[in-house]
């Protein structure tokens, strides 16, 4: 906005003396101050103002002068300024006030204004101002203001020191955290507070901190003026000069004793059981492993303790859980006291303990430690008039004899305090590694047979059995294999034992009769009809089921092609048949469904004349151990010898298993055996390579003369 000029503000190139160029002069000042100045009338009406005023209130000359302006400002403020004007008017003294101004439009500002009366040659009284624009130093001003109260009123405390760490400055905050008063600190080195509890190290590394990013913030302990060390959370930030040098450092600080002690108190509430103050399950876990840590580095043992107090239940439930309280607060005590330096005692909830032995040079070391342990839960405790008595079950295992983790170790021992309470109670028992060894080997087995049997890993292998005199394949005995998917094919041997009468046998059962009637319908669909044998053999725990004939009667009902004759199935002679009679009755009725019985390694178990009597199985089949010694041995000639002459007086046919060369064979016939199976005629193949098989085979013509 450009505002009007008065000509006669032009610069003059001679001053010549008279008085028209005095007023030009005097009004080249007056239009050149920096600070507006104005002149009123009687009415308060503006008679003159220079170029600074108009500048500051951004409207031209023409619309100031003979205004008074009070459209532009608020009411309140236009009455302010009349009243000073009038006083100034009335009394002829100068009046110096700070005033602020809201002219509409424009941005507050805040103003220091001096006015005063002159009086002209005609008696008339005008009022000159000279405005001065203070509204950026009282926002300085303000802003002082506010950063000393910041800094006198916070509740950080507050240290401000030079490049060099001496204090300078500190407020009251810190004064009150430290016990020190300015005046003893001022010009003293920062050095004053420190703790000694810090190494030198810690504080070298903070001061690089500090010069490296100009920052630093942490967890520190300093010392008081009484000598109290205490916890403080500081945070140090440099700052710098023009220069980019480190001019002074500011260290706000805050006192964080109550939060350490509150953290301690969760911490121990944490960690601590709250009735008898020993460690509990959590803390116990943490110095396990520790223990367990030291015991690797030093080639070292450690044992871990789990005690239950023997009868504690009965004394709760008689005199109430205020006593029983009592008692576990006595029993823990003494039992704290029996154990060596360098022990912990634990307890995990209700009347049990755990205690970790660590240190140990062999297991002998801890059975002094065990015998106090068992006095200190026995004797007599005397709570107010009643006197108790418990005693304490215990169970030990050793570490790295018991090579397991932490959480093993607690439940292997707490196994062995169940077998020491069933052992009569007030006693100790050792966990037996070697038995539980057994154990997990045999559950990790289990475990991969489940994932076999889920992921389709087991399949089904054939050999085939012939009649050598007549050259004719009288059938294939199925022979379960698993197709392992790291060690390969695997034998029967490296699984089925794991499963003896496990509930898992009798699903491996079904699935392999399943698997071989769906096997019988595919080559019955190639023209081939063989009656087919399992090689799971069906095992005592399965064949004794109640439901054993219904459960086959399903299976073969989901094959309606297959005529149950092609099925046949063999029972182990060393098979435990608990109920001989109750198995006879079964296998009747699974032959009135058709399928036909062979009885397995006959000769190999102790009841082979009472199998052969009272089971009902038409073949027998003379196990491959006496067959392939026949000819060496003539014991064993003599054992084939009277299988065949015993099937024949009960009139039962038989298959020689294990028929590894010609001489076998020939030996077999010349007995009156002519059924046989063994890899001296086939190995056993794939299902998808037995047709090939059967079209290829030819017996040995000195087995046809």
């Not at 005046?183 to 901190?209: C, D």
């Not at 960690?271 to 943490?286: Q, S, W």
């Not at 196994?415 to 100790?428: C, D, E, L, P, T």
């Not at 459960?551 to 004759?565: F, N, S, Y």
């Amino acid at each position: 906005m450009e505002f009007d000029k008065d000509k006669s503000t032009a610069p003059l190139n001679k001053f010549s003396g008279n008085p028209h160029d005095i007023e030009e002069y005097l009004r080249a000042i007056f239009n050149n101050a920096g600070d507006p100045i104005f002149v009123k009338d009687e009415e308060f009406k503006f008679i003159l103002v220079n170029d600074a005023f108009c500048s500051f209130f951004e409207l031209p000359r023409s619309q100031i002068i003979g205004s008074t302006l009070a459209e532009n400002f608020p009411v309140s403020e236009m009455e302010h300024f009349f009243a000073i004007d009038r006083q100034v008017l009335e009394k002829g003294q100068e009046i110096l006030c700070e005033e602020t101004l809201s002219p509409t439009g424009l941005q507050q500002k805040r103003v220091m204004t001096r006015k005063n009366r002159f009086t002209d040659a005609k008696g008339n009284y005008f009022l000159v101002g000279v405005v001065h624009d203070i509204t950026k130093r009282k926002q300085i001003e303000e802003k002082l203001k506010r950063s000393a109260s910041v800094f006198s009123h916070a509740h950080e405390g507050i240290m401000i020191t030079d490049a060099s760490a001496t204090i300078t400055e500190v407020n009251d905050a810190f004064s009150r955290i430290s016990g020190y008063t300015s005046e003893e600190v001022l010009g003293e080195n920062a050095k004053i507070l420190q703790s000694a509890r810090h190494s030198p190290e810690f504080y070298a590394e903070m001061w690089q901190t500090l010069l490296k990013q100009g920052y630093w913030e942490g967890e520190i302990w300093n010392r008081r003026k009484n000598g109290e060390i205490y916890p403080e959370m500081r945070t140090i930030s440099a700052v710098n000069n023009a220069d980019g040098c480190v001019e002074y450092y500011v260290s706000l600080c805050t006192d964080i004793t109550a939060m350490k002690a509150h953290q301690n108190q969760l911490e121990h509430i944490a960690h601590y059981d709250l009735l008898t103050n020993l460690p509990n399950r959590v803390l116990l876990a943490d110095r396990l492993s520790h223990a367990m840590l030291q015991c690797s580095r030093h080639q070292q043992a450690l044992a871990v303790l789990f005690l239950d107090l023997d009868g504690f239940k009965l004394i709760n439930d008689n005199y109430g859980h205020n006593v029983g309280d009592e008692l576990l607060i006595a029993v823990s005590v003494r039992m704290k006291a029996a154990l060596r330096e360098g022990d912990s005692l634990a307890r995990i909830g209700g009347d049990e303990f755990v205690a970790v032995l660590a240190d140990l040079s062999s297991v002998e070391d801890c059975e002094p430690v065990l015998e106090r342990l068992l006095l200190a839960a026995s004797e007599p405790i005397t709570i107010g008039s009643v006197v108790l008595n418990v005693s304490a079950s215990i169970g030990v295992t050793f570490y790295p004899q018991d090579n397991v983790d932490a959480d093993q170790l607690m439940r292997h021992a707490d196994q062995a305090m169940y077998i020491a309470k069933q052992s009569g109670k007030n006693r100790f028992h050792l966990f037996d590694t070697a038995h539980d060894d057994a154990i997990k080997v045999q559950r990790e087995s289990l475990e991969t047979i489940r994932r076999a049997l889920d992921k389709g890993y087991f399949v089904l292998h054939y050999q085939p059995k012939v009649n050598m005199k007549t050259g004719t394949v009288i059938g294939v005995e199925a022979l379960i294999r698993m197709q392992h998917p790291k060690r390969g094919l695997l034998n029967p041997i490296e699984f089925l034992p794991v499963i003896e009468n496990n509930p898992m046998s009798i699903e491996i059962g079904e699935w392999v009769i399943d698997t071989v009637l769906t096997q019988i319908t595919q080559w019955q669909q190639m023209g081939l009809n063989l009656q087919v044998n399992t090689s799971v053999n069906i095992a005592a725990v399965q064949l004794q089921q109640p439901d054993f004939a219904q459960r086959l009667t399903t299976l073969l009902a989901a094959h309606p092609g297959v005529e149950p004759r092609f099925l046949g199935l063999e029972v182990l002679e060393t098979s435990g048949l608990d109920d001989v009679h109750h198995v006879s009755k079964i296998m009747n009725a699974c032959l009135s469904l058709g399928v036909e019985f062979a009885l397995d390694d006959f000769g190999t178990g102790y009841s082979s004349l009472t199998y052969l009597r009272r089971l009902p199985a038409n073949l027998i089949k003379i196990d491959q151990s006496f067959v392939r010694d026949m000819l060496i041995d003539n014991n064993d000639l003599a054992i084939v010898e009277g299988v065949i002459a015993l099937a024949k007086s009960f009139k039962r046919e038989v298959i020689a298993e294990g028929v590894e060369s010609i001489e076998h064979g020939t030996a077999l016939l010349k007995l009156g055996c002519n059924l046989a199976q063994g890899y001296g005629i086939a190995r056993p193949m794939p299902a998808s390579d037995i047709p090939a098989w059967i079209n290829s085979w030819q017996p040995d013509a000195r087995w046809q003369i």
